[in-house]
């Protein structure tokens, strides 16, 4: 494989409830050239060719474990990519599940359905990235996972991001893919609040971008070495 060539990267799909697959399609349109992985269905990650992997959202609880076997193996999966040093991104469901995968704890705490203030560390994931995001989300991380640091908290939710320490993996518990586009959907499903911000100048992207760079940089490295 040339350092020119695409990046090979997956989005794991993780809903489980047709109705709701709009956030992992928005979430998938930010990366037109990745594979898309069904893991609800039974898809896996072939993780030998993938250069990045993220990880989407999910109306299941990363706790639901005897409804849902996936995710039992999805977090092993995890623990491969760690190992390997697979640059990986974890979106809400994907944030929690990397967490539990690595030790930590998640709990139900009551649906939070608005646009918040985040306090964003300074990490490469979050370059350019304002601070008002879309949180929508009834877990939340409790107790990080080994060998993950805090890189976002919101007043809510101090796990709002986390980041490894060694390995190129960074979790997000908030939706950058969700833009005010989806507003109806958001009132319709939702309680859903805006409490003042400007949801139609907030776009996410950023953080996107900003991994499709470190999965780059961290394939250019490794292939040169």
């Known amino acids: 494989m040339s350092v020119e060539s695409d990046p090979q990267v997956y989005v794991v799909r993780n809903e489980v409830d047709p109705e709701y697959m709009y956030h992992c399609d928005a979430l998938a349109a930010r990366f037109p050239d990745a594979e898309e992985v069904d893991y609800p269905a039974g898809e896996r990650v072939p993780v030998e060719r993938a250069d990045g992997v993220v990880l989407t959202g999910s109306t299941a609880g990363v706790y639901e474990t005897d409804t849902h076997d996936w995710i039992t193996i999805q977090e092993a999966l995890v623990r491969e990519l760690v190992e390997r040093e697979i640059p990986t991104l974890g979106v809400c469901f994907g ?88 507003r109806d959907r958001l009132e319709a499903d939702f309680d859903w609040e805006e409490r003042g911000f400007d949801f139609g100048g907030i776009d996410g992207g950023a953080i996107f971008e900003n991994f499709k760079r470190l999965v780059i940089e961290h394939r250019r490295e490794r292939l040169q070495v």
Do not use: C
């Open 95 to 182: 944030h929690q599940i990397v967490n539990t995968a690595l030790g930590g704890t998640v709990e139900h705490v009551g649906t939070e359905a608005a646009l918040v203030e985040a306090t964003l560390s300074d990490d490469p994931l979050f370059d350019g990235l304002e601070p008002i995001v879309v949180s929508l989300h009834g877990d939340q991380v409790i107790d990080v996972g080994e060998h993950l640091e805090i890189i976002s908290s919101a007043e809510h939710a101090p796990v709002f991001g986390t980041r490894h320490r060694t390995a190129p993996l960074w979790t997000v518990q908030f939706h950058p893919e969700i833009t005010a586009t989806l």
